[in-house]
T-cell receptor, first 111, second 115 residues
């Protein structure tokens, strides 16, 4: 069966510091990969999605970037965090015969 | 692009009663409608989904209905239990298969089951 791993679970970072969140998927090949952000009490905003290695589409211009160095690895990064980057970040995957599945998220607090 | 509206934003139901959450979508080309349940501190989990060639789908105490003409779909939970308390999200997308679909989510409904 397929599993998705996302880490860390929680992170507190100062303004201006860099960010790297990692997500890996097991048990499937060539998945579509996604990064979502969920602000407190709000809905799910799609940030990036990827259909293959090195192929990244950005949905919302902002202070973040994404990379896919391997088939089942998706990384969310920032060079300098802003206070507004605080939120709950969710990695997700889908496949040809598999609907969207989310990881357990990373709660990021920028102080 | 697609726009999904979800109501109500909060819902309190006595244990054992039924709960109904409704969503409307704007793009008539949408053909896939999943529902996700998010417990506190966790990622959303898919609980049921429906495609536009089906009007209703049931899975034990959970059912989803779809009205393509009116462009709305609903989640029905019967015999509610305390563990049903969570935030529920509806979503919509178009596409021939799961892999190429980008979901547009509703804003969520916080369901509280009162013991």
């Amino acid at each position: 069966s397929q599993t998705i791993h996302q880490w860390p679970a929680t992170l507190v970072q100062p303004v201006g510091s860099p960010l790297s969140l990692e997500c890996t998927v097991e048990g499937t090949s060539n998945p579509n990969l996604y990064w979502y952000r969920q602000a407190a009490g709000r809905g799910l905003q799609l940030l990036f999605y990827s259909v293959g290695i090195g192929q990244i589409s950005s949905e919302v211009p902002q202070n973040l970037s994404a990379s896919r160095p391997q088939d089942r690895q998706f990384i969310l990064s920032s060079k300098k965090l802003l206070l507004s980057d605080s939120g709950f970040y969710l990695c997700a995957w889908s496949g040809h015969n598999s609907p969207l599945h989310f990881g357990n998220g990373t709660r990021l607090t920028v102080t | 692009g697609e726009n999904v509206e979800q109501h109500p934003s909060t819902l309190s139901v006595q244990e054992g009663d039924s709960a109904v959450i409704k969503c409307t979508y704007s793009d008539s080309a949408s053909n896939y409608f999943p529902w996700y349940k998010q417990e506190l501190g966790k990622g959303p989990q898919l609980i049921i989904d429906i495609r536009s060639n089906v009007g209703e789908k049931k899975d034990q105490r959970i059912a989803v209905t779809l009205n393509k003409t009116a462009k709305h779909f609903s989640l029905h939970i019967t015999e509610t239990q305390p563990e049903d308390s969570a935030v529920y999200f509806c979503a919509a997308s178009m596409g021939a298969n799961f892999g190429n679909e980008k979901l547009t989510f509703g804003t969520g409904t916080r369901l509280t089951i009162i013991p």
